[in-house]
């Protein structure tokens, strides 16, 4: 390891226990890495990868985890007192998300550290926020509409408040009385956010993040021309995060595999242009990163197609793949 491979690594958390060739223990998961600590390693010939450290830094990491604890003071005020505290969310949690949907080459990172189960409900308020904000942003949406765009999208389950936290909470199937009570979080959340001033249609996008453009969804079973297009993005960056994260009934599922269900639309009706775009843009963000085949042979990711985003050029070592040619090859693993 030379210094600045070290460097990448310092202020960052260990994911794995570190053991040396003799079975010692090294260092334990969650050490907080210092240059002494990567010498150990180093001295130990032991080579970490961007996989056994945690994404983000420990300073980033602490300031996302105060939003997500900032959203769970929202919603436990709301339950209590029925009203949205507008000033907390546009001085305290808005900030964070726009400042992380600035930093959209790190969206799959972000994804990992909310993965965790517990707090779910707030980490995807954050992370819905976050990633409605950086789909505005790919669909050229900027300033004061960008704003309203992050604000509708971090209180869009906001009526989740009002349902009882063992149904939200509840492992396995829901029954068809509870699937009732859990769908009308978006009426409750349009109440309360027009009672508490918010505009029509950021209130909308509670209301709405549940349509699909087909007429399948709820609350009404809106079609297409009748749902707001902030509600389409906030529907395409709900059902992602939702699938990529880990809940009480289910594991989370790789970003690559949630991509391709929404694309061949396995996940419901998304509108075809923002899902095109935001399945294009991941997609790109991974251009220059490492993958392995499902023929166990790596190469790199060189190339983005607009008509088939998810089935890239892959370069391996000088032998140029094109996925959408070879359909039998697959991205099996992400480096
Ligand atoms: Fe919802």
Known sequence: MDDSNLDRFIGRRLRVDVFAATGTPLLSAGTQLERGHLRLLESNKIVLSSKDVTAFFIEEEASIMEAVSDIRHVFQSVTAGRKLPVDYVNER??????DMASRHGRLIDLLQLLQDKDEYTYKHTFAVGVISSIIGKWLGIRGQELIRLAMAASVHDIGKSEIPSELLLKPGRLTEAEFDLMKRHADQGYELLLASGLDERTALVALQHHEREDGTGYPKGLHAGHIHFFSKIVAVADVFHAMTSNRVYKSAMPFYDVLSLMWDGKLGAFHAHIL?????????????????LNDGVPGKIIYVSSSAPLKPLVDRQGEIIDLSRERELTIREWV
């Open 276 to 292: 095109h775009v935001f399945i294009k843009q991941i997609m790109e963000l991974h251009i220059g990163k490492s993958v392995v």
């Open 93 to 98: 949690i808005l900030p964070k998300v726009l």
